[in-house]
């Protein structure tokens, strides 16, 4: 190579002359062991930098050149440049024990104090391995350290690596359980964490045992139409993006032109409520980007062709909302309406509050006898409008401009839940109860979590099914992620007293499958066939089986959850009996666990610990950090490039060289095969599926 760079500038600003032979030992280092030709990476790093360039300009260099030549091999060879490069930032040469880099992040005031004695401190020191780090793809360090990793907010130095985040959070966890058991249970959660068999949502992974402490993942909140609760919502909606929540909101408001304080004043529907929302949460940054909400509306509301619109940017400005997520709200008598090109009616709730309430129940012949009753009534005012025209304006804004759907009656009808659910959260997959707090603010600090409103939160986690060896490791990894939740639903920080009185009364989780594509890879298994549906359906089946076996035995370590009377589990309740009789035979697959003697012990029991277990996540940030797929979905591409906030990376699918032709992608599957596929995972989920 011939030697157009002869000095480069150190970190420290020295000048000293370029030695080739230490970008060769770098380039040599990094490749170990993964099949490069480190020379041909060394010689494409050289070419790209500049006499004078500064020794950081030369390792970005080969991780650039690592990058393009799109492989799994070199994707892991930049991780390590970049990994190497960080320990040498951080550590200078000597990495710290656990207890110093504890002691270092308390110093640092970003760190809680955990009380250990100096024997637990040496057996934790045996649990961590560093050398994980070196095993990493550069997008997943990046994502690690630089959106994940604690770093000083000012300067943006960074003071953790992925081995000491994973057991920062194993650690606290472990401080809030029994002495005689937690060391077992913090080397099981940081090696779950650390293995990629527990994938932990953003949240934990920037909060978990920090002074900032953590806060739900998902909130939802609802008004009623009422000055009080409506103030109530918006103080929620502020608090709790203000705490890094998404955020999910119904508001049972009337409509425009509907008389207001004995008819001296007419309403001007919604618009302005949705607007007062939307800024209050995006007010807030949450990591990097600003606070969010979807807002739900049904279609029995007279604004619904307006609502639909309000995203869209050739609506005009002022009845734009262009911020905000939207999501409708139908049932099956509407179904029934569109299958058949009939009209519907749209009233509004203050003249028809029993029919609304209805349109969140299951039964839809009671639906029907009330929107009958209110449709023959010539003193209550309504108007009628084509059922497809409403869906089709629905469904063009889904493409256009992103709009979600949500079934109101399904929703209130698979489910572990007595208590009525209104809408789901920011992004379509959590589905639980919530009410207005018609005593305004003052209601939201009320001690008693029985009297007033409910502000709906759940905790998340996910399972890398692929990463999963056998019955045994599942019935574990699901019994950790459960333990996580179960501990940050009790520690979390709630901006309410009533909010956190209701969240640990209720106790709701949401663990999701993911990465299910690798896995189908794995097995040579695909979306599209019927096999691949089978298996789906097994796989679906084990999940659930396992997250409710740990439910079970969760509720008898530590109690079942105060408000379990407020589900079905008392009564022998399990998500396979509200299957859909259609999602049902979808995959003409039989039950293969033991739910039956499951279904005794829960009754014997009195419940479990939590009010609901299963959902499914797009999981896209931790797609990236845990090198897997997004949730359920097939890939897109084998290679991509995927922008997460303001950071960019390549991301190759996991064993990509080896299961390239075992990978089915997303747009060679059809709609009714991917509908086929959240069929058939609902059928074992208690809450919902945020589908693409």
């Given amino acids: 190579m011939t030697l157009h760079i002869t000095h480069v500038i150190k970190r420290d600003g ?79 040469g000597t990495i710290p024990s656990v207890k110093e880099q504890h002691e270092r992040t308390v110093a640092l005031g970003m760190v809680k104090k955990l009380e250990y004695s100096d024997g637990e401190w040496q057996e934790i020191e045996k649990m961590i391995d560093h050398s994980r780090d070196m095993k990493l793809k550069h997008s997943q360090v990046v994502q690690l350290c630089n959106k994940f990793g604690l770093k000083s907010a000012v300067t943006g130095e960074l003071y953790e690596t992925p081995q000491f985040l994973f057991m920062r959070q194993a650690l606290f966890y472990g401080s809030q359980l029994p002495k005689e058991r937690r060391l077992k249970d913090i080397k099981e959660i940081y090696n779950r964490l650390s293995q990629e068999k527990l994938c932990a949502p953003t949240p934990n992974h920037l909060y978990v045992g920090t002074t900032r402490g953590t806060a739900p993942s998902c909130v939802v909140v609802r008004s009623e139409d009422d000055l009080p609760s409506m103030s109530a919502l918006n103080q929620a909606v502020w608090s709790c993006s203000a705490t890094g929540s998404g955020l999910g909101a119904s508001m049972s408001i009337r409509s425009p032109k509907d008389p207001v304080r004995n008819t001296t004043i007419e309403h001007n529907g919604k618009l302005e409520y949705y607007r007062t929302v939307m800024t209050l949460a995006r007010a807030n940054q949450q990591a990097g980007r600003s606070g969010a909400v979807t807002m739900h509306y049904t279609c029995l509301d007279p604004e619904v062709m307006d609502i639909a619109r309000m995203r869209n940017p050739t609506t005009v400005d002022q009845k734009r909302l262009g911020e905000m997520d939207f999501s409708f709200g139908s049932n099956a008598a509407f179904a029934d309406a569109v299958r058949e090109n009939k009209d519907w009616m749209l009233v509004s709730v203050l003249y028809a509050p029993r029919l609304w309430e209805l349109l969140y129940q299951s039964d839809k012949e009671k639906f029907l006898e009330e929107y009958n009753k209110v449709l023959a009534d010539e003193k209550i005012p309504k108007k009628l409008v084509n059922a497809r025209k409403i869906l089709l304006a629905v469904l063009r804004e889904a493409i256009e401009t992103r709009q979600y759907e949500h079934f109101t009656d399904e929703m209130n009808r698979h ?67 459960l333990l996580m939740i179960m501990i940050n639903i009790l520690t979390s920080h709630y901006p309410f007293k009533q909010m956190e009185e209701t969240s640990i009364s209720r106790m709701s989780a949401g663990v999701s499958i993911l990465n299910l594509a690798h896995l189908m890879a794995k097995n040579g298994m695909k979306y599209s066939d019927i096999w691949g549906k089978k298996f789906i359906h097994r796989l679906a089946e084990t999940h659930s089986y396992f997250l409710h076996k740990a439910a079970l035995k969760l509720g008898k370590e530590f109690g079942n959850a105060k408000w379990t009377g407020k589900t079905k589990y008392p009564s022998g309740w399990l998500p396979i009996d509200t299957r859909n009789e259609k999602a049902k035979a979808i995959a003409h697959q039989p039950l293969k666990r033991d739910w039956e003697t499951l279904r005794k012990e829960i009754v014997e029991n009195g419940g479990i610990a939590f009010s609901v277990l299963e959902t499914a996540v797009p999981s896209e940030s931790s797609s990236i950090a845990q090198d897997s797929c997004n949730g359920l979905y097939p890939i897109r591409e084998g290679i991509i ?52």
């Fill in 415 to 481: 489910t572990p839940f007595l208590d009525t659910i209104y809408s789901s959260n920011l992004c379509q997959e959590i589905f639980l109860p919530t009410a207005g707090y018609k005593q305004g603010q003052k209601g939201l600090d009320n001690v008693n979590p029985d009297e007033g409103g409910e502000i709906a939160t759940c905790n998340l986690c996910g399972i890398n099914v692929a990463n999963i060896e056998s019955d045994e490791d599942y019935e574990l990894t699901a019994y950790y992620a």
């Fill in 14 to 92: 020295q000048i000293q002359e370029f030695k080739k032979e230490k970008l060769e030992h770098w380039a040599q280092w990094a490749s170990n062991e993964l099949g490069i030709d480190w020379e041909d990476v060394s010689k494409s790093a050289f070419l790209r930098c500049e006499n004078y360039c500064k020794t950081s300009d030369l390792q970005n260099a080969m991780i650039d050149a690592c990058i393009d030549k799109e492989s799994t091999a070199h994707q892991k060879m930049a991780g390590r440049l970049l990994i190497g490069d960080i320990y040498h930032r951080l550590f200078n």
């Fill in 641 to 692: 490039t995927k922008k997460d906030g303001k950071k960019v990376v390549q991301w190759i699918a996991p064993q990509w060289e080896e299961l390239k032709d075992q990978y089915e992608k997303a747009f060679t599957i059809s709609t009714k095969d991917m509908t086929d596929l959240y069929a058939i995972v609902q059928c074992f989920t208690g809450q919902g599926i945020s589908a693409d």
